[in-house]
Nanobody, 121 residues
């Protein structure tokens, strides 16, 4: 029933920046109470975690993006963000927003968006 919609993807040059956003449709309370995360998947490859943020705003990042990407949430606007700087071709992938039915971050996520494509060249 809960729907997550990503936006902000596109094609950029190496070293460029993008900001992804994720908005909820239905059950908007999850943005204030749930752990949220960003994942990415390249064609033919396994989905991998990029960043997560719990209900208190505590964040964690994959080593491949630490120092370049910043995850944040605006609970008043029910929106999740991923600021991406210093993009490289290795960042090219479909990026997905996800949410857990828990304020604590963990390995399993319940809700997923449709994805937004990021291409760096």
């Amino acid at each position: 029933h809960v729907q997550l919609v990503e936006s902000g993807g596109g094609s950029v040059q190496v070293g460029g920046s993008l900001r992804l956003s994720c908005a909820a449709a239905g059950a908007q309370y999850i943005y204030g109470s749930a752990c949220m995360g960003w994942f990415r998947q390249a064609p033919g490859q396994e989905r991998e975690a990029v960043a997560g943020i719990d209900s208190n705003g505590s964040t964690r990042y994959d080593d491949s993006v630490a120092g370049r990407f910043t995850i944040s949430r605006d609970n008043a606007r029910n929106t999740l963000y991923l600021q991406m700087n210093g993009l490289t071709p290795e960042d090219t992938a479909m990026y997905y927003c996800a949410a857990r039915r828990s304020p604590v971050c963990g390995p399993l996520y319940t809700y997923w968006g449709q994805g937004t494509q990021v291409t760096v060249s």
